[in-house]
């Protein structure tokens, strides 16, 4: 769908307030062009000093006695209850206005508490928040690699040891092999569901419940020009990375035939939102300006709205498949939601064309940011955004090949160059994975240049050891995580893939 497509009419999803081109006003003096670019400064910040990384992986999660049905939240929560209780440093899903007050954004801020704004956190720090579909998320606090994965490891098996008890599971690949996309909370997800039904896009219901990833936060850089290069690289290992690890090959209880579905899925989304910011080849002054223009051009997708009767997100008594929706399942507390369906832009809210009567405000522009889904996001640290959730453990081999690449400049300039003949193979990658000869050698080449990166960063020999037998079973081979799963799909069918995954 093209940019200037306009906006779909109302479709009456119940919930959500339409915010329609009757309702504009002008607006009177808010923010500026400036105070954008400041924002956007302000999402790639240099720090010197030890590189560190956080760890966001995202899982379905599944009743093994019964795969084929969707789990709602509430029973995922209940099963994890007894593993809620420890209070740990935030995690870089914290929002970088909150953790920049406590000096380095991503690594401090916010509440801290058990059951904080931005959900529960476990005894490794690590933080549990659910995405629409019920997909649940585990977050860990930003550190050097090995204790990052570590930390994050051990979070993970008491989740698992505590689902297994209530007989669920964790099941970890790009997209639901078999069950139908459905929607259990209903807070920001109300407003974002309205805003694709008016788009006339199913793919963001199918991208809010029914897919999952392993993303990686990195440092933005120790100086502007480092910046610029873990920018430039980020977005040229896309293709090769997102072929190495491609793992949702199946949709609805049917083989796609492709690698990544996920990566297709984002693919058709709302471009505004989704394309990459600017080119990747940028100069080191040019990345916060090409932030700031993304963030004006981008159509907005929501607004706060304060009600006459209060706050709230959603309306009341908005049901989802077994009854009333959640309507702060993560602790958010905004006022209320609404979705924009006129398809004006912040640029436009900010020169007077706005979608309700008033100003942007600075929280409006960072709630206009959340809602934006490029494949590298600046946020205070750079967020790897494209590569699906892996098997198993396997999701350590993401982390640290990508980390590695990033953090070690002899890697780095290895990878570069690896990569420069598959840099416009997006496509290729998510239909074909390492089946195509150019990403299958710059697959090779960059998990050997991370094998050796990791041995100088002192990784340690377990995770060395987990990415060198990945190596050998997959890229080595011209496999993917995905041929493996569809191989799997085959001989026992979409609900038995999921359960036993869950292993």
Same mark, same amino acid.
């Given at each position: 769908?093209?940019?200037? =497509?306009?906006?779909?009419?109302?479709?009456?999803?119940?919930?959500?307030?339409?915010?329609?081109?009757?309702?504009?006003?002008?607006?009177?003096?808010?923010?500026?062009?400036? $105070?954008?670019?400041?924002?956007?400064?302000?999402?790639?910040?240099?720090?010197?000093?030890?590189?560190?990384?956080?760890?966001?992986?995202?899982? #379905?999660?599944?009743? !093994?006695?019964?795969?084929?049905?969707?789990?709602?939240?509430?029973?995922?929560?209940?099963?994890?209850?007894?593993?809620?209780?420890?209070?740990?440093?935030?995690? *870089?899903?914290?929002?970088?206005?909150?953790?920049?007050? @406590?000096?380095?954004?991503?690594?401090?801020?916010?509440?801290?508490?058990?059951?904080?704004?931005?959900?529960?956190?476990?005894?490794?720090?690590?933080?549990?928040?659910?995405?629409?579909?019920?997909?649940?998320?585990?977050?860990?606090?930003?550190?050097? #690699?090995?204790?990052?994965?570590?930390?994050?490891?051990?979070?993970?098996?008491?989740?698992?040891? +505590?689902?297994?008890?209530?007989?669920?599971?964790?099941?970890?690949?790009? #997209?639901?092999?078999?069950?139908?996309?459905?929607?259990?909370?209903?807070?920001?997800?109300?407003?974002?569901?309205?805003?694709?039904? @008016?788009?006339?896009?199913?793919?963001?219901?199918?991208?809010?419940?029914?897919?999952?990833?392993?993303?990686?936060?990195?440092?933005?850089?120790?100086?502007?020009?480092?910046? @610029?290069?873990?920018?430039?690289?980020?977005?040229?290992?896309?293709?090769?990375?997102?072929?190495?690890?491609?793992?949702?090959?199946?949709?609805?209880?049917?083989?796609?035939?492709?690698?990544?579905?996920?990566?297709?899925?984002?693919?058709?989304?709302?471009?505004?939102?989704?394309?990459?910011?600017?080119?990747?080849?940028?100069?080191?002054?040019?990345?916060?300006?090409?932030?700031?223009?993304?963030?004006?051009?981008?159509?907005?997708?929501?607004? !706060?709205?304060?009600?006459?009767?209060?706050?709230?997100?959603?309306?009341?008594?908005?049901?989802?498949?077994?009854?009333?929706?959640?309507?702060?399942?993560?602790?958010?507390? $905004?006022?209320?939601?609404?979705?924009?369906?006129?398809?004006?832009?912040?640029?436009?809210?900010?020169?007077?064309?706005?979608?309700?009567?008033?100003?942007?405000?600075?929280?409006?522009?960072?709630?206009?940011?959340?809602?934006?889904?490029?494949?590298?996001?600046? *946020?205070?640290?750079?967020?790897?955004?494209?590569?699906? +959730?892996?098997?198993?453990?396997?999701?350590?081999?993401?982390?640290?090949? =990508?980390?590695? #690449?990033?953090? $070690?400049?002899?890697?780095?300039?290895?990878?570069?160059?690896?990569?420069?003949?598959?840099?416009?193979?997006?496509?290729?990658?998510?239909?074909?994975?390492? +089946?195509?000869?150019?990403?299958?050698?710059?697959?090779?080449?960059?998990?050997?240049?991370?094998?050796?990166?990791?041995?100088?960063?002192?990784?340690?020999?377990?995770?060395?050891?987990?990415? @060198?037998?990945?190596?050998?079973?997959?890229?080595?081979?011209?496999?993917?995580?995905?041929?493996?799963?569809?191989?799997?799909?085959?001989?026992?069918?979409?609900?038995?893939?999921?359960?036993?995954?869950?292993?």
């Amino acid at each position: 769908m093209s940019e200037s =497509t306009p906006m779909a009419p109302e479709a009456g999803r119940a919930g959500v307030v339409p915010v329609t081109a009757s309702r504009r006003r002008r607006a009177h003096a808010g923010l500026t062009a400036d $105070d954008v670019l400041r924002y956007a400064a302000s999402c790639l910040p240099t720090r010197p000093g030890p590189r560190t990384v956080g760890i966001e992986t995202e899982w #379905l999660v599944v009743d !093994r006695a019964a795969s084929d049905r969707s789990v709602p939240p509430e029973r995922t929560r209940a099963a994890l209850a007894a593993l809620i209780g420890s209070p740990a440093t935030a995690s *870089r899903q914290e929002p970088a206005h909150a953790a920049s007050a @406590a000096g380095t954004a991503g690594t401090a801020g916010g509440d801290a508490s058990p059951t904080g704004p931005t959900g529960a956190v476990l005894a490794g720090g690590s933080r549990i928040t659910f995405e629409p579909g019920g997909q649940l998320e585990l977050s860990g606090p930003p550190a050097p #690699l090995p204790l990052a994965v570590s930390r994050l490891a051990g979070d993970l098996a008491d989740v698992r040891a +505590a689902l297994a008890g209530a007989g669920l599971g964790l099941a970890g690949m790009g #997209l639901d092999p078999v069950r139908p996309p459905v929607r259990w909370l209903a807070d920001r997800y109300a407003a974002m569901a309205g805003y694709w039904t @008016a788009n006339g896009q199913e793919a963001g219901e199918i991208m809010m419940c029914s897919s999952a990833s392993v993303q990686v936060n990195l440092d933005a850089g120790h100086d502007p020009s480092d910046v @610029a290069r873990r920018w430039r690289l980020a977005h040229q290992l896309r293709p090769v990375l997102t072929a190495m690890f491609a793992a949702s090959p199946a949709r609805l209880g049917a083989l796609t035939g492709l690698r990544s579905a996920r990566a297709q899925v984002w693919e058709s989304l709302d471009p505004t939102r989704t394309r990459p910011v600017g080119p990747a080849r940028v100069a080191a002054a040019d990345v916060a300006c090409h932030w700031a223009e993304y963030l004006l051009a981008a159509r907005l997708m929501m607004v !706060r709205d304060s009600s006459p009767d209060g706050s709230g997100l959603g309306e009341p008594g908005e049901t989802g498949p077994h009854g009333a929706l959640p309507q702060d399942a993560n602790g958010h507390g $905004d006022a209320r939601l609404v979705s924009v369906r006129d398809g004006s832009t912040f640029g436009d809210w900010l020169r007077g064309a706005g979608p309700i009567d008033r100003p942007p405000t600075l929280d409006d522009l960072r709630l206009h940011a959340t809602t934006l889904f490029p494949p590298v996001r600046p *946020r205070g640290w750079l967020e790897v955004r494209y590569l699906d +959730a892996q098997p198993f453990d396997l999701w350590v081999v993401p982390v640290a090949v =990508t980390a590695a #690449l990033l953090d $070690d400049l002899v890697a780095a300039a290895g990878a570069a160059s690896a990569c420069y003949d598959a840099d416009d193979g997006w496509l290729t990658a998510s239909v074909h994975g390492l +089946a195509d000869d150019t990403l299958r050698a710059a697959a090779l080449t960059c998990v050997d240049l991370a094998l050796d990166a990791l041995d100088r960063l002192g990784a340690g020999s377990d995770l060395c050891a987990a990415v @060198a037998r990945f190596r050998d079973e997959y890229p080595a081979r011209g496999r993917t995580p995905a041929d493996h799963l569809a191989e799997r799909f085959t001989q026992v069918g979409p609900a038995g893939l999921l359960r036993e995954e869950t292993r």
